[in-house]
């Protein structure tokens, strides 16, 4: 998919200058945007809290609202107030923000906390008996043929049973479970090397935290399908991740390019596509239910699902969903600038919308490009951020 330029598109009838929002605007059916940060992710360096609050005055600019800056548990708010978080909120979180559906906010609410990590796209290993409260077996039972051959596991007998019968298959994957974009996994291929990677994450940590431990893959792509739901508008999409390579030289993140449509998962699956982008967008539909079901009380405005397609070191090929993101994320600005072209252009049934965060000096942007974020962060570097849209391949309902 190719990188164009984007048009500006006009916000739509009813919106308005941000900063034009009067205090009275929740008064007059219009929420206030607050970003909340819970400072796990964001707390890392600058440039992941500057991305938040630019994305943040986006989609308040796509609600016709303003942003009324960082939650502040001494400050006052008015009732009518949409929240954009920087990780997954948590039920007794959500209600205490006032955060009750999926107009509330842009990300999602879960039950537990490690229902929005990585850990549940995997079941426990046969005989395990350590497990968070709340954890569900049936959970990990009903999506085992949607996901890649692994274990989530909370203690260090059972990440050995884990490891012991992934091996069979070739080198597993240990993973932490809030790690971003690569980070927190290692690559291991015996015991000896199991136990390195346990004894610097700690007992304490595996029984709280836990990890899971995962088939590795080669020859690997990484697919995206999500949905995101604000106010009128609901588009799906899938896309393809791209790697770049960072200050430190290390190959890290570097952008998305999705294809977007008007409507749900449905919509999506009408669409001409290859064999395993069909089977991906069907496998992380399929996970997307099976929370819903297994954990009750979830719910989320923005889904995204990585799913991976490739082959194991014995031959054998895997095609499986690797974990979800119900928060801001990678792909958000994208996301962002094909509402805003669904909302300027009531026809536009299908978009085209990337985004690119490139390291180093002299970035240049392409014409019409959406700036996002461009800095040095104290631990990243010089990055640059941005989103496009390809107008050339939006594509326009032929019906009345």
């Given amino acids: 998919m190719p990188l164009t330029a984007a048009r500006d598109f006009p916000l739509g009838e009813g919106s308005m200058d941000p900063s034009a929002v009067s205090d009275e ?3 007059q059916g219009l929420p206030v945007v607050i970003v909340h940060r819970q400072m796990r992710k964001t707390s890392r360096g600058g440039h992941e809290a500057d991305t938040l609050r630019e994305l943040a005055r986006q989609i308040a600019e796509l609600k016709g609202t ?3 800056g960082e939650f502040d548990d001494s400050q006052a708010y008015p009732a009518h107030r949409y929240l954009i978080p920087d990780d997954t909120l948590t039920l007794a979180q959500a209600r205490k923000l006032g955060v009750r559906s ?5 990300g999602g609410v879960v039950p537990f906390p490690f229902v929005a990590t990585k850990l549940i796209a995997h079941s426990l290993p046969d005989g395990a008996n350590v497990a968070p409260p709340g954890w569900s077996r049936a959970f990990g039972a009903r999506v085992a043929s949607l996901v890649l051959p692994g274990y989530a596991t909370f203690s260090r007998d059972d990440a050995h049973s884990a490891a012991r019968a992934l091996w069979q298959g070739g080198r597993v994957r240990v993973k932490r479970p809030y790690g ?10 015996n015991e000896d090397e199991l136990e390195v990677q346990l004894d610097t994450l700690g007992d304490d940590a595996l029984r709280t935290e836990g990890i899971a431990i995962e088939r590795h893959l080669e020859v690997i792509d990484t697919f ?3 949905q995101i739901v604000l106010d009128d508008l609901c588009a799906s999409y899938y896309g393809v991740q791209h790697l770049t390579q960072n200050n430190h030289g290390h190959y890290v993140y570097g952008g998305s390019d999705l294809v977007v449509v008007r409507g749900g998962f449905d919509a ?3 669409l ?19 929370v819903q079901i297994d954990y009750a009380g979830f719910f989320a405005s923005r889904r995204n699902y990585d799913v991976a397609c490739g082959f194991d070191d014995a031959g054998a090929r895997h095609c499986g969903v690797l974990e979800q993101s119900w928060r801001v994320g990678g792909a958000t600005g994208a996301e962002i600038g094909a509402l805003r072209a669904f909302r300027a252009e009531p026809d536009a049934y299908l978009v085209r919308a990337s985004t690119r965060e490139v390291y180093g000096e002299d970035v240049p942007l392409p014409a019409g490009a959406c700036l996002v974020y461009r800095g040095v962060d104290v631990q990243a570097g010089l990055i640059t951020k941005f989103y496009t849209l390809d107008c050339n391949a939006m594509q326009r309902s032929s019906g009345p």
């Fill in 25 to 27: 605007s929740a008064v």
């Fill in 66 to 68: 303003r942003v009324a």
């Fill in 102 to 106: 999926v107009r509330d906010l842009y």
């Fill in 180 to 189: 971003i974009g690569g980070a927190g996994q290692a690559l291991i291929a």
């Fill in 224 to 226: 995206s399908v999500g």
């Fill in 268 to 270: 999506l699956e009408r």
């Fill in 272 to 290: 001409d596509l290859t064999p395993d982008i069909r089977e991906s967008i069907a496998k992380a539909r399929a996970f997307d239910a099976a």
